[in-house]
């Protein structure tokens, strides 16, 4: 067990809706950040907080957003959804952001159908 | 752009079958990498982090190395718990806060009674 806790695990909707996914992160990091693992592209970098604040962005679309809460749990939300969002949504966190592993949760499973 | 590449995509083993997996990159500047092991339908788990050519760090049937342009694990004698997808990501140098791994697609290892 990482100590990450996402949910839900599983989620269904169909296109053109919007979801939340929530995160939190293991107890004492300050850092989380999202991911997105679909079949044929790995594990692709959304977006990472430290203590509230964004500070990177990777291939995050626009119809998605995130933000990082005071008690540190993270919020990812997705909208306007279409049937290539269906994915895996991987949460992560880490102490400090230089050379810590991050330590993952086991995801959301998201279907848009 | 950074790049990693995973090879092979998948590997089948006999159990007690020594193997090693590929993990090479290239990126502007390192400063180390990441192992790890998922399984399915489940978030990834940190195995190792190096951080120098040269160096190596090892957990029961596994060992990391890492030259200036790839990194190996080597897998010995692999029983079917070994089974699982083997990630590496590199986190290469970035401005302050901003920690951004980069996945490579992994490697998908079978290991056989």
């Known amino acids: 067990d990482s100590g990450v806790t996402q949910t839900p695990k599983h989620l269904i909707t169909a296109t053109g809706q919007r979801v939340t996914l929530r995160c939190s992160p293991r107890?004492?990091?300050?850092?989380v950040y999202w991911y997105q693992q679909s079949l044929d592209q790995g594990l692709q970098f959304l977006i990472q907080?430290?203590?509230?604040?964004?500070?990177a962005k990777g291939n995050i679309l626009e119809r998605f957003s995130a933000q990082q809460f005071p008690d540190l749990h993270s919020e990812l939300n997705l909208s306007s959804l279409e049937l290539g969002d269906s994915a895996l949504y991987f949460c992560?966190?880490?102490?400090?952001?230089?050379?810590?592993?991050?330590?993952f949760g086991n995801g959301t499973r998201l279907t848009v159908t | 752009e950074d790049q990693v590449t995973q090879s092979p995509e998948a590997l089948r083993l006999q159990e007690g079958e020594s193997s090693s997996l590929n993990c090479s990159y290239t990126v502007s500047g390192l400063r180390g990498l990441f192992w790890y092991r998922q399984d399915p339908g489940k978030g990834p788990e940190f195995l190792f982090t190096?951080?120098?050519a040269g160096e190596e760090k090892e957990k029961e049937r596994l060992k990391a190395t890492l030259t200036k342009k790839e990194s190996f694990l080597h897998i010995t004698a692999p029983k079917p718990e070994d089974s699982a997808t083997y990630l590496c990501?590199?986190?290469?140098?970035?401005?302050?806060?901003?920690?951004?791994?980069?996945f490579g697609k992994g490697t998908k290892l079978s290991v056989i009674p």
């Open positions: 990501a590199f986190f290469p140098y970035s401005g302050a806060g901003s920690y951004q791994l980069t």
């Open positions: 190096l951080y120098s």
């Open positions: 107890s004492g990091d300050l850092s």
């Open positions: 907080y430290y203590n509230g604040e964004e500070r």
């Open positions: 992560a966190s880490s102490f400090r952001t230089d050379n810590s592993p991050l330590h």
